[in-house]
């Protein structure tokens, strides 16, 4: 039986939502989210040719401030947090010259 | 005690702040590492503010609408105390720079929170079984679950720990642990509470809501933390009806709307009766019974899950490792650190739905998923719309069955998600939804009735649900000690 989404998708989504999951949770994964999209292709029974998405339930829109500045919140409020950090910097791994897959 | 008694009891000089929360204390002492309701107790700093309450209400302070009352909330909701986990490894640890709207309404009435309360992981969940901390176990059956994602909340009042307190719901996370656990609790219309502070899962689908154990209470609550704030641009500016003085409302002539499609395969017989018996009542009262349809519920759990888990898997980006949470210890390079850090630092289920999400988004799929679900949504919407033109409330079940015992659904994801079925409509249309107590089962596991109503409604389900109340004395039992 061909799964609706096989391994290689799930290390492929895994990759885009950036989820390290072990070989287990790969096989697990493409199990169980194959069964819930094949539930989800019911939606496929319904016409909606000419029906408009709803992204929101409420009919407001370009809720806008005026462009005016305001306090936010301090550098010290924002790095208390941080799991490392160095003179006022959130401290990352390097960036730059590595291959990223 | 219940909200509006400790609150007249602390006004009137007959209980001290100090007296609440110490007895709230003891009760979440003496009960929580059975039941597993609270992540964090806040108990100093809950003495600390009861004292200088009592100490300005002496002095002649005049009292704010919840003085002195302990309250709690759910732990997705930010908290400059304390910290705020969303029941997750990936924020363990973690304090919110800030304190929620909601949060600060509670304080600004002379409320006093306690702690914060257990939740399924990022409140992802319908059982609170996905916390990464513990479970929450109902206090009616402590083999069986709170109903999720707010279940700790929810056995925080049900337990007699706190007179109210509050959660979330996305797709029925108040309304159907209200329900197994015997209390009342209320989802209000999208917009009508801020979510500035409230950790996000489904933008479009979230608010903040209630538990209490009486509709006066629930009227009490809402009142305070409903109204507009610039700081969420996805809350209204509409006035806040001032919910306690309002119901007095009669049912004679009430049009109560129900859908056959409530009422059909899968609802256990028990449940089917205590509902069926709730809106007897009604009829018997005066209210007049419409037999309405909403024919596109059948697709209401498809459609749902796919806008939650796109809006999650968006929501949910912003955990990296970077700037606070969890982060891996040994990262190769900065695509590690992220993946490891999330693959480490967050549940299965929360997984689950990222994964989900990312693949109805991605590029091939958006339109046959997401899009399309959007489209439906729209139906759905417009099913409801059509509903309130002929009816003022619409009365069904809250959730398939009672109570179901730890462990027992966990290893089927969807068959978790069927069981939201009832609920998860009106957070796709944006309405609002309560559930109230409507009986027991003959295991004596709670039963709720769920009643919903158009946008900012609130003031008429509220009305419907205490009238129902005076009527009944379900929400009068305690579970066993």
Not at chain 2, 148 to 176: E, K, Y
Not at chain 2, 226 to 249: F, I, K, M, N
Not at chain 2, 369 to 382: F, G, P, Q, S
Request: proline share 6%.
């Amino acid at each position: 039986m061909s799964e609706r989404i096989d391994e290689q998708q799930v290390r492929h989504v895994a990759l885009l939502a950036r989820l390290k999951l072990s070989e287990q949770e790969t096989a697990r994964f493409s199990r169980e989210l194959s069964a819930i999209l094949d539930y989800f292709e019911q939606l496929n029974q319904l016409d909606t040719a000419e029906v408009a998405p709803t992204a929101h339930p409420l009919p407001i829109c370009n809720v806008l401030r005026a462009d005016e500045i305001r306090p936010s919140i301090d550098a010290r409020a924002a790095l208390a947090n941080a799991p490392q950090q160095e003179s006022g910097f959130f401290r990352v791994p390097k960036v730059l010259d590595h291959d990223s897959a | 005690m219940q909200l509006n008694e400790t609150v007249q009891a602390i006004r009137e000089r007959r209980l001290s702040c100090v007296e609440a929360v110490e007895a709230s204390l003891r009760r979440i002492e003496a009960s929580n590492a059975r039941l597993g309701a609270f992540v964090t107790v806040d108990g100093e700093r809950a003495l600390r503010q009861a004292r200088e309450l009592d100490a300005a209400l002496i002095a002649g302070r005049q009292p704010g609408p919840l003085a002195g009352a302990p309250l709690a909330v759910k732990d997705n909701m930010c908290t400059s105390f304390g910290t705020t986990t969303c029941g997750s490894r990936i924020l363990q640890g973690f304090k919110a720079p800030y304190d929620a709207h909601v949060v600060e309404r509670l304080e600004q009435a002379g409320a006093i929170i306690v702690g914060k309360t257990n939740l399924d992981e990022f409140a992802m969940g319908s059982s609170t079984e996905n916390s990464a901390l513990f479970p929450t176990r109902n206090p009616w059956d402590p083999d069986r679950v709170p109903g999720g994602s707010s279940g700790g909340s929810a056995v925080a009042v049900a337990a007699g720990m706190v007179p109210a307190a509050l959660g979330s719901d996305t797709g029925g996370s108040i309304r159907q642990p209200a329900s197994m656990c015997g209390i009342v609790g209320l989802k209000p219309t999208y917009g009508r509470v801020s979510r500035y502070g409230l950790v996000a899962y489904g933008s479009s689908l979230d608010q903040i809501g209630t538990f209490s154990r009486t509709v006066a209470d629930t009227a009490l609550l809402a009142r305070v933390i409903s109204g507009h704030d610039p700081r969420d641009s996805t809350s209204v500016d509409h006035e806040v009806p001032d919910y306690p003085t309002l119901l007095d409302q009669p049912l004679k002539g009430l049009r109560i709307g129900v859908a056959a499609e409530y009422f059909g395969e899968g609802l256990d017989e028990q449940v089917r009766a205590r509902t069926t018996e709730a809106v007897e009542l009604f009829r018997s009262q005066g209210a007049e019974l419409v037999d309405i349809h909403l024919p596109h519920m059948k697709y209401a759990v498809a459609c749902f899950y796919l806008v939650a888990m796109a809006e999650a898997s968006s929501n949910l980006a912003r955990y990296d490792g970077v700037h606070y949470g969890y982060r891996t210890p040994r990262p190769d390079d900065v695509i590690d650190l992220y993946a490891a850090s999330r693959g480490e630092g967050f549940g299965t289920e929360v997984k689950r739905r990222i994964m989900l999400g990312t693949y109805a988004l991605s590029s091939g799929y958006y339109d046959a998923y997401y899009l399309k679900a959007l489209k439906v949504r729209t139906l759905i919407k417009r099913d409801f719309d059509l509903a309130f033109e002929q009816v003022d409330t619409i009365a069904s079940p809250v959730a398939p069955t009672t109570a179901f015992c730890l462990g027992e659904k966990m290893d089927d994801p969807l068959a978790m998600y069927l069981a939201d079925i009832y609920t998860l409509s009106a957070n796709l249309a944006g309405i609002c939804g309560l559930s109230v107590p409507c009986g027991f089962d003959d295991r004596g596991l709670p039963v709720g009735l769920q009643l919903m109503g158009p946008p900012f409604a609130e003031e008429r389900l509220l009305a419907i649900a205490h009238q129902y109340q005076l009527r009944t004395d379900f929400h009068t039992r305690t579970p066993p000690e």
